[in-house]
């Protein structure tokens, strides 16, 4: 008797101005859909789920879960991505998948025999960055998820990584001439995180046990929004682990 197929999972991205949606069943990528980087989430998301099953000809009721990148990244987009899923699975007992999205970030940058930082832009000159370590299956960590200045994240760098995302963009010329040979530091402004890897980790942690249910959804921000944070009368978080 063959095994049952794996459950069918709806990922969505809005952490960074790429907004995507993919389809995925266990390890393998059915489709995706990439809107367009200059449209806002809020105008771009549904249209883009809404085409993602159009064109694959599956119903939003044939879906078995769902997979969203939860953050740190644009404030805004995290919470309507949150908003969204927990609209789609509003009275249904579907799973939820939670995944960082420097994790997703640092997974779509490829395995390899050095360890990945995945790095975004956190504007004010500083940036949300993690490490992982290599090897197969969910990534493990081995740069704590934080708030960083360029120099605190050099410090806390592995001798050997490939350091991706928006790092280059945001602290080029801090970083480079104070890297070590081994540690390389990739401008490959096109890179970002991705809908696709979000389900492949959301598949991964559906696998083993790690859903949680749509209600229970929140962003991780990382760092507090300054105009809260200016609204309360409390300081702006400087590095932490996860939220």
């Not at 459950?7 to 489709?31: F, N, W």
């Not at 708030?147 to 410090?155: I, N, Q, T």
């Not at 010329?173 to 070590?180: D, H, I, K, N």
């Amino acid at each position: 008797m063959s095994a049952p197929d794996p459950p069918l999972l709806l990922a969505i991205e809005t952490a960074t101005a790429l907004t995507s949606a993919a389809l995925v069943r266990g390890e393998a990528l059915i489709d995706e859909e990439v809107a367009d980087p200059d449209a806002p989430a809020a105008a771009c998301l549904l249209p883009a789920v809404d085409t993602l099953l159009s064109r694959n000809r599956i119903g939003l009721e044939e879906v078995e879960g769902f997979a969203l990148s939860v953050g740190p990244g644009s404030f805004t987009g995290l919470r309507i991505g949150v908003a969204t899923v927990k609209g789609l699975a509003f009275g249904l007992e579907l799973p939820v998948l939670a995944v960082p999205t420097l994790e997703a970030l640092a997974y779509g940058a490829g395995s390899g025999e050095e360890a990945v930082v995945a790095t975004l832009d956190a504007r004010r000159g500083e940036l949300y960055a993690a490490g992982y370590g290599p090897g197969e299956g969910v990534p493990s960590q081995i740069v704590a998820e934080g708030l960083y200045a360029p120099l605190e994240l050099l410090a806390l760098l592995p001798p050997r990584c490939r350091i991706v995302g928006e790092a280059a963009a945001v602290a080029g010329s801090v970083l480079r001439e104070r890297l070590r040979p081994t540690q390389l530091l990739e401008d490959e402004p096109s890179r970002a995180p991705r809908a696709r890897d979000v389900g492949m980790l959301g598949a991964r942690r559906l696998a083993r046990g790690q859903a949680t249910r749509a209600a229970d959804l929140v962003p991780r921000y990382v760092r507090r929004a300054e105009a809260e944070a200016r609204r309360l009368g409390d300081p702006i978080e400087g590095p932490a682990g996860a939220l």
